[in-house]
């Protein structure tokens, strides 16, 4: 059975750093072709595509906020971390992680956390 | 403005047929499989369609997919009060080299 669960700071301040986790079970992230994204969703808007690794350490990164993202994985420990730089209240969301897999063609998120909502205030 | 295009909301009554449509480009539909998922508010996402037209298992028939060229489409059939969600669109942009999604469809079940 494979489960989600993201895990972070419910609020940060503008321009401070967000640093979240994704913490996964069910399957492996050194096994070909599995990949794991960042998704996001500001409050009554819609789904915002971030970020993916893949097995092989590949990164991928929205191209309106690659500047600010970084993901990272730590397989031993089934673990995928964000940060995103330099917050602002448009910032505001709730953040998902989810499984992708890379078999010649991109297929997605077919499992998701249930969300962690970050809030950007001073 | 997202990259595909949705409708921003849909309605039916109880037993109609509704249909969903997602406009892409050949960066994103015209070549990757499309993707529908189903969000009650309030809730992560639901993987409802995958590979544009298969549906998971526990997703009831009565929900199902197309794609043509740079457009895909979900439709529902038989509709009905548990449908009342928003639908969301996605596939993988070969330009942009990220994966991306509708604005989202808020069906209304009248």
């Known amino acids: 059975q494979v489960t989600f669960r993201e895990s972070g700071p419910a609020l940060v301040k503008p321009t401070q750093t967000l640093t979240l986790t994704c913490t996964f079970s069910g399957f492996s992230l050194t096994t070909n072709p599995m990949c794991v994204s960042w998704i996001r969703q500001p409050p009554g808007k819609a789904l915002e595509w971030l970020a993916l690794?893949?097995?092989?350490?590949?990164?991928y990164y929205s191209t309106s906020l690659k500047t600010r993202l970084t993901i990272s994985k730590d397989a031993s420990k089934n673990q995928v971390v964000l940060t995103m730089a330099n917050m602002d209240p448009v910032d505001t969301a709730t953040y998902y992680c989810?499984?992708?897999?890379?078999?010649?063609?991109?297929?997605?998120?077919?499992?998701w956390g249930q969300g962690t909502l970050v809030t950007v205030s001073s | 403005q997202s990259v595909l295009t949705q409708p921003p909301s849909a309605s039916g009554t109880p037993g109609q047929r509704v249909t969903i449509p997602c406009s892409g480009s050949?960066?994103?539909?015209?070549?990757?499989?499309v993707y529908w998922y189903k969000q009650v508010p309030g809730t992560a996402p639901k993987h409802l369609i995958y590979k544009n037209n298969q549906r998971p298992s526990g997703v009831p028939d009565r929900f199902s997919a197309s794609k043509s060229g740079t457009s895909a489409s979900l439709a529902i059939s038989g509709l009905r009060s548990e449908d009342e969600a928003d639908y969301y669109c996605?596939?993988?942009?070969?330009?942009?080299?990220?994966?991306?999604f509708g604005g989202g469809t808020k069906l209304t079940v009248l």
């Open positions: 050949s960066s994103n539909i015209g070549g990757n499989y």
């Open positions: 989810g499984r992708m897999l890379h078999r010649g063609q991109w297929e997605l998120v077919d499992y």
């Open positions: 996605a596939t993988w942009d070969d330009s942009l080299s990220g994966a991306v």
């Open positions: 690794i893949n097995w092989d350490d590949d990164k």
